[in-house]
């Protein structure tokens, strides 16, 4: 049980030292090609979480399928969000003062 508690308290110390890692990098100033280092510490927290709390290694070939399904539809539903945020036009208006 000790081992247990030891294991899931590291692993949250680790999620939350990558969460504040990614927090600092996104506030720095960056070049659009480099920002793909902010997935970095997704894919790292997302790996972390999948061994340790969802246990995939040892899991049925079902489970992580449907593990990998899941990650798809995420995929899927975050691309169509953000498709409809990059594809606006966005028209300059005069600046209204009802003063």
């Not at 504040?20 to 480099?34: E, I, K, T």
């Not at 399928?65 to 899941?70: E, N």
């Amino acid at each position: 049980m000790r081992r247990e508690l030891l294991k899931l308290a590291l692993t949250w110390a680790v999620l939350m030292a990558l969460a504040g890692g990614a927090f600092l990098v996104s506030g720095m100033q960056m070049a659009m090609p480099n920002r793909p280092v902010l997935l970095f510490f997704t894919g790292t927290m997302l790996l972390i979480v999948a061994t340790v709390f969802m246990r995939l290694p040892s899991a049925p070939v079902v489970a992580r399928g449907f593990a990998v399904a899941g990650v798809f539809w995420l995929i899927v539903l975050l691309g169509f969000g953000t498709a409809d945020m990059l594809t606006r036009s966005w028209y300059p208006v005069q600046h209204y003062n009802p003063n």
